[in-house]
């Protein structure tokens, strides 16, 4: 009889997706992986089905050929992905509905389809892939950051729902990774002149960042803590940006932490805006080394 714990991963046939889904196989797991249109001579580590996560029926086809093939389905990774760039101004509802339909209706459909047998089984793990941009919201990436703020309330709510039935929910936000991503995000339509040097700015910097993003085998590696955890935590950062805004967000005053933003996308010159503050923080500064003396001369 095969034991192996059976692994469905939405979204194997690039970049993230695909990574896991190599690792799993490597470390002895059944791996499903998914695709909307596989390639018939495509070579994969792992078992590769059809699926596109925006259809109710595929979604429950998918289900149902991992329960016919495997038995069981021990765990399901959402990680199906998509991303759209523009102004809010500049991108049309249908474009913004259809990156929820992905980004998070679609990791909804896939968790309706699997929990009735998770529940059946009295175990099961649920993994949403989610981003450093599901922590905060990236001017020219509002419709990605809200659909990712989405699934990690949604992720957050199910965690509470499914615990009694022995069924884990985490939630991995990874920061800029090599991929796929770029290449197959939808730009804006309109193209509004009031938005093009900062939008200019923001996808060129988006784009070279995944370029030059880490391997996403370190979310890998990731998943795979997860996996062999007694106790996984419910969310778990990958990669630089994403540990830097985890630990920075919950202790810096927004007002700062959108400074932040600006200088490290190139919205705002950081030398220009240290040169205005600088007067201001140097008497900070002096003031502070003052009273202190005066406080010391008092004690
Ligand atoms: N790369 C990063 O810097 C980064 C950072 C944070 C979070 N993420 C998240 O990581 C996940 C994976 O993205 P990636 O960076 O690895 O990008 P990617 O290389 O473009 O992979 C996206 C995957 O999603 C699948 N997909 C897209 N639309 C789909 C749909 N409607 N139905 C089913 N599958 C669909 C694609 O498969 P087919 O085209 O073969 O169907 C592909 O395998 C996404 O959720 C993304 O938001 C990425």
Redesign the pocket.
Known sequence: MDDRQVVLI?????????AIADLLSRQGYRVFG????PAPDARFDFEMLE????SDESASRCVNAVLERAGRLDVLIN?????VSGAIEEIELDTARELFE??FF?AVRMVKAALPHMRAQGRGHIIN?????GQMGMPFEAY?SAS?HALEAFSEALWHEVRPFNIRVSVV?????????R??ARRAAIRLPAYDAARRQIEAEFDRR?EN?AD?AIVARAVLRLLRSDAPPFRTPVGLEAVVVAVTRPVTPPGLFAKGVRWVMGLDDWRRDALRIAPAAGAGLALLALFARWRSRQG
Not at 79 to 83: F, H, I, T
Not at 129 to 133: H, R, T, V, Y
């Open positions: 939405t979204g194997a046939s690039s970049g993230i997706g695909r998914t695709s909307r249109r699926l596109d996560v925006t990680n199906a992905g998509m991303s992905t980004n679609g892939i989610s981003s450093a941009l990605y990712k936000g990874p920061g800029f990774m090599r991929s796929n991503l290449q197959a995944v993003g996403p």
